[in-house]
Protein backbone atom coordinates (compact mmCIF):
# COMPACT_ATOMS: atom_id res chain seq x y z
CA UNK A 1 0.00 0.00 0.00
CA UNK A 2 1.44 3.47 -1.16
CA UNK A 3 2.22 6.04 1.36
CA UNK A 4 0.61 9.24 -0.03
CA UNK A 5 2.76 12.57 0.01
CA UNK A 6 0.61 14.91 -0.91
CA UNK A 7 2.63 18.05 0.57
CA UNK A 8 3.91 19.80 -1.93
CA UNK A 9 7.21 21.93 -1.90
CA UNK A 10 6.02 26.01 -2.70
CA UNK A 11 9.59 26.97 -3.33
CA UNK A 12 12.05 25.05 -5.39
CA UNK A 13 14.78 22.93 -3.75
CA UNK A 14 17.95 24.48 -3.65
CA UNK A 15 20.23 24.42 -6.82
CA UNK A 16 23.74 22.95 -6.87
CA UNK A 17 24.84 26.39 -7.97
CA UNK A 18 23.65 28.22 -5.44
CA UNK A 19 24.83 26.05 -2.80
CA UNK A 20 28.51 26.21 -4.82
CA UNK A 21 28.15 30.49 -4.91
CA UNK A 22 27.14 31.00 -1.20
CA UNK A 23 28.43 28.09 0.77
CA UNK A 24 31.28 26.16 -0.57
CA UNK A 25 33.41 28.61 -2.58
CA UNK A 26 33.40 31.57 0.17
CA UNK A 27 34.49 28.75 3.35
CA UNK A 28 37.30 27.68 0.89
CA UNK A 29 38.30 30.97 -0.91
CA UNK A 30 37.35 29.75 -4.15
CA UNK A 31 37.05 32.01 -7.44
CA UNK A 32 35.38 30.41 -10.50
CA UNK A 33 39.11 30.12 -12.00
CA UNK A 34 40.08 28.67 -9.00
CA UNK A 35 37.19 26.12 -8.98
CA UNK A 36 37.51 25.36 -12.33
CA UNK A 37 41.30 24.89 -12.13
CA UNK A 38 41.03 22.78 -9.07
CA UNK A 39 38.40 20.24 -10.56
CA UNK A 40 40.20 20.12 -13.82
CA UNK A 41 37.14 21.90 -16.08
CA UNK A 42 36.68 25.00 -18.32
CA UNK A 43 35.42 28.53 -16.61
CA UNK A 44 32.58 28.22 -18.31
CA UNK A 45 31.39 24.94 -17.17
CA UNK A 46 31.98 26.21 -13.78
CA UNK A 47 30.05 29.74 -14.43
CA UNK A 48 27.28 28.13 -16.12
CA UNK A 49 26.62 25.86 -13.01
CA UNK A 50 27.10 28.74 -10.73
CA UNK A 51 24.21 30.51 -12.78
CA UNK A 52 21.96 27.71 -12.43
CA UNK A 53 22.45 27.31 -16.31
CA UNK A 54 23.83 23.86 -16.07
CA UNK A 55 23.04 20.47 -14.09
CA UNK A 56 25.47 18.42 -11.99
CA UNK A 57 26.34 15.33 -14.23
CA UNK A 58 27.92 12.53 -12.38
CA UNK A 59 31.42 13.36 -13.41
CA UNK A 60 30.96 16.53 -11.82
CA UNK A 61 29.70 15.01 -8.84
CA UNK A 62 32.67 12.71 -8.60
CA UNK A 63 34.98 15.67 -9.04
CA UNK A 64 32.84 18.42 -6.82
CA UNK A 65 32.59 15.16 -4.35
CA UNK A 66 36.45 14.24 -4.03
CA UNK A 67 37.40 18.46 -4.51
CA UNK A 68 35.26 19.23 -1.13
CA UNK A 69 35.26 15.31 0.79
CA UNK A 70 31.78 14.61 0.85
CA UNK A 71 29.40 11.98 -1.43
CA UNK A 72 28.71 12.04 -4.86
CA UNK A 73 25.35 11.59 -4.07
CA UNK A 74 25.54 14.63 -2.38
CA UNK A 75 25.55 16.85 -5.33
CA UNK A 76 23.59 14.33 -7.41
CA UNK A 77 20.43 14.14 -4.84
CA UNK A 78 20.81 18.11 -4.76
CA UNK A 79 19.77 18.18 -8.74
CA UNK A 80 17.46 15.46 -8.76
CA UNK A 81 15.38 17.39 -6.40
CA UNK A 82 15.69 20.42 -8.34
CA UNK A 83 15.27 18.73 -11.87
CA UNK A 84 12.23 16.88 -10.19
CA UNK A 85 10.78 19.92 -8.74
CA UNK A 86 11.00 22.17 -12.17
CA UNK A 87 9.44 19.13 -13.99
CA UNK A 88 6.50 19.75 -11.82
CA UNK A 89 5.90 22.75 -12.38
CA UNK A 90 6.11 22.65 -15.91
CA UNK A 91 4.32 19.61 -16.50
CA UNK A 92 1.68 20.22 -13.63
CA UNK A 93 -1.52 20.35 -16.06
CA UNK A 94 -0.31 17.20 -17.99
CA UNK A 95 0.01 15.21 -14.68
CA UNK A 96 -3.44 16.92 -13.15
CA UNK A 97 -5.31 14.78 -15.78
CA UNK A 98 -3.72 11.62 -14.69
CA UNK A 99 -6.00 9.65 -12.43
CA UNK A 100 -3.95 7.91 -9.80
CA UNK A 101 -5.19 3.83 -9.49
CA UNK A 102 -5.86 2.52 -6.07
CA UNK A 103 -5.02 -1.10 -5.17
CA UNK A 104 -7.22 -3.69 -5.66
Avoid: C
Avoid at 41 to 52: A, D, F, G, K, Y
Amino acid sequence: MPIPNTIRRQIPPTHPGEMLREDFMPDYGLTATSLASALGVSRQTVNEILRERRAISPVMALRLSRLFGNSPEFWLNAQHSRDLWESEQRYQKELAQIDPLSAA
